[in-house]
């Protein structure tokens, strides 16, 4: 099955804290850029295998959606559920704030 992604606004802000923090606070531009693609290839995966990953059993994961499942990028968690065809992103958080 092949899924749709779509974004929540607040994954898309938390999109642009991440790469505007590399970008800006730690001068890093090549570095942003790098990390938003990795992170659009990692969300773009789920396109195709959003269904393999385990529905989570953490608190902190499970207010966005009764069946939100997370995958990992680099220090990163992104956080999402399946609805039929569609893959909803809900949050793209740092690892440490989960708590586990």
């Given at each position: 099955?092949?899924?749709?992604?779509?974004?929540?606004?607040q994954?898309?802000?938390?999109?642009?804290?991440?790469?505007?923090y590399i970008?800006?606070?730690?001068?890093?531009?090549?570095?942003?850029?790098?990390?938003?693609?990795?992170?659009?290839?990692?969300?773009?995966?789920?396109?195709?295998n959003?269904?393999?990953?385990?529905?989570?059993?953490?608190?902190?994961?499970?207010?966005?959606?009764?069946?939100?499942?997370?995958?990992?990028?680099?220090?990163?968690?992104?956080?999402?559920?399946?609805?039929?065809?569609?893959?909803?992103?809900?949050?793209?958080?740092?690892?440490?704030?989960?708590?586990?």
């Amino acid at each position: 099955m092949t899924y749709t992604i779509q974004y929540k606004p607040q994954a898309l802000n938390d999109i642009e804290g991440v790469i505007d923090y590399i970008e800006k606070e730690l001068f890093a531009p090549l570095a942003a850029e790098r990390f938003a693609k990795g992170l659009f290839a990692t969300i773009d995966k789920l396109r195709m295998n959003a269904g393999i990953f385990a529905i989570s059993t953490l608190q902190d994961v499970l207010c966005y959606e009764s069946n939100a499942r997370t995958v990992g990028y680099k220090k990163f968690t992104i956080i999402y559920s399946v609805h039929g065809n569609k893959v909803i992103v809900h949050r793209i958080i740092h690892g440490s704030l989960i708590i586990k």
